[in-house]
């Protein structure tokens, strides 16, 4: 297990990402803006890193293809779903709906990753930690309410996560290059992508404050730039499937974070649903030839 180290700081990375959005539309950044932002400052912390490593970008072209679609599936799209629906939604509720990643991906595996059929004790795992994700959600403060419109958007950002993890570890992962590498392709892409749409379709930037200016800044260089090295590191060494339960782990960080810097109360539900939210993550993960099948290289 030694994908877990990594796993667990992702998970925790990603949690606070949440908590990062809400601060961000609440000063009046607009979704697009915000996704934009994101991938801008992931990517300078990823070039920098590869710089600083002296690791060069790949110059084949098929690696660049995939990831203009890796990049609009994985970031582009979703990051600008999710800002959209945290005007509407709490930032708890939009990481419990996040949780639901793993059973759309899942469905992108089957169709696009055969070695990785699931077994029956995977998808028991997956089972109890959406279990898991509703306990968080069941009561809890800061949790519920929001128009529907919101919560839908979070889920579509999800289809996104599920296709884009099922189309990185058929296509993408596996290419040469380290991690920190093909993360910067990645985000790169994705910035450009952003790059194209958001002046249009989002209006013009403007100075959202200092506290706001922050939260983008590490939303995009530790949660878009850095946390993207440990991801494509679990899924190189633990297979896509088990790279998407991260999002069983990120509910609990979201909630506990949200009551630190949000002040949104903590309630029973979250210590139960995390107890679950962890089961769910250890049962999903198969072992022998399996585990053999899901390594990239």
Same mark, same amino acid.
């Given at each position: 297990?030694?994908?877990?180290?990594?796993?667990? $700081?992702?998970?925790a990375?990603?949690?606070?990402?949440?908590?990062?959005?809400?601060?961000? #539309?609440?000063?009046?950044?607009?979704?697009?803006?915000?996704?934009?932002?994101?991938?801008?400052f992931? @990517?300078?912390?990823?070039?920098?890193?590869?710089?600083?490593?002296?690791?060069?970008?790949?110059?084949?072209?098929?690696?660049?293809?995939?990831?203009?679609?890796?990049?609009?599936?994985?970031?582009?799209?979703?990051?600008?779903?999710?800002?959209?629906?945290?005007?509407?939604?709490?930032?708890?509720?939009?990481?419990?709906?996040?949780?639901?990643?793993?059973?759309?991906?899942?469905?992108?595996?089957?169709?696009?990753?055969?070695? /990785?059929?699931?077994?029956?004790?995977?998808?028991?795992?997956?089972?109890?930690?959406?279990?898991? @994700?509703?306990?968080?959600?069941?009561?809890?403060?800061?949790?519920?309410?929001?128009?529907?419109?919101?919560?839908?958007?979070c889920?579509?950002?999800?289809?996104?996560?599920?296709?884009?993890?099922?189309?990185?570890?058929?296509?993408?992962?596996?290419? /040469?290059?380290?991690?920190?590498?093909?993360?910067?392709?990645?985000? #790169?892409?994705?910035? @450009? /992508?952003?790059?194209?749409?958001?002046?249009?379709?989002?209006?013009?930037?403007?100075?959202?404050?200092?506290?706001?200016?922050?939260?983008?800044?590490?939303?995009?260089?530790?949660?878009?730039?850095?946390?993207?090295?440990?991801?494509?590191?679990?899924?190189?060494?633990?297979?896509?499937?088990?790279a998407s339960?991260?999002?069983?782990?990120?509910?609990?960080?979201?909630?506990l974070?949200? $009551?630190?810097?949000?002040a949104?109360?903590?309630?029973?539900? $979250?210590?139960?649903?995390?107890?679950?939210?962890?089961?769910g993550?250890?049962?999903?993960? $198969?072992?022998?030839?399996?585990?053999?099948?899901?390594? @990239?290289?």
């Amino acid at each position: 297990m030694r994908w877990m180290p990594a796993f667990v $700081t992702l998970s925790a990375i990603w949690g606070a990402s949440f908590a990062l959005i809400k601060i961000a #539309v609440e000063a009046g950044v607009g979704p697009l803006w915000v996704a934009f932002w994101r991938c801008f400052f992931g @990517a300078l912390a990823l070039l920098t890193v590869c710089a600083l490593r002296r690791e060069g970008l790949p110059r084949d072209r098929a690696v660049w293809g995939h990831a203009l679609v890796v990049a609009a599936l994985l970031n582009a799209v979703p990051f600008a779903l999710l800002a959209y629906g945290e005007t509407l939604v709490s930032s708890v509720l939009a990481g419990v709906w996040n949780a639901t990643t793993p059973l759309t991906t899942l469905v992108f595996v089957l169709l696009m990753v055969p070695q /990785e059929r699931p077994t029956a004790r995977r998808l028991l795992g997956l089972l109890v930690g959406f279990a898991g @994700a509703l306990v968080v959600l069941a009561g809890g403060p800061g949790a519920g309410g929001g128009p529907a419109i919101g919560s839908l958007a979070c889920l579509a950002a999800t289809a996104c996560y599920g296709a884009g993890f099922a189309y990185t570890r058929r296509f993408y992962s596996g290419r /040469e290059g380290s991690a920190a590498a093909l993360s910067a392709v990645q985000i #790169v892409c994705a910035t @450009a /992508e952003l790059a194209v749409v958001t002046p249009f379709a989002g209006g013009g930037p403007s100075w959202p404050g200092l506290p706001a200016a922050a939260a983008l800044v590490l939303l995009g260089a530790v949660g878009t730039g850095l946390a993207y090295i440990l991801n494509l590191r679990v899924i190189r060494s633990a297979g896509s499937t088990i790279a998407s339960t991260v999002t069983y782990v990120t509910p609990v960080w979201s909630t506990l974070l949200g $009551t630190l810097l949000l002040a949104e109360p903590l309630g029973w539900n $979250t210590v139960a649903g995390g107890v679950l939210v962890v089961a769910g993550v250890l049962l999903s993960r $198969t072992g022998g030839a399996a585990a053999r099948l899901t390594t @990239a290289r």
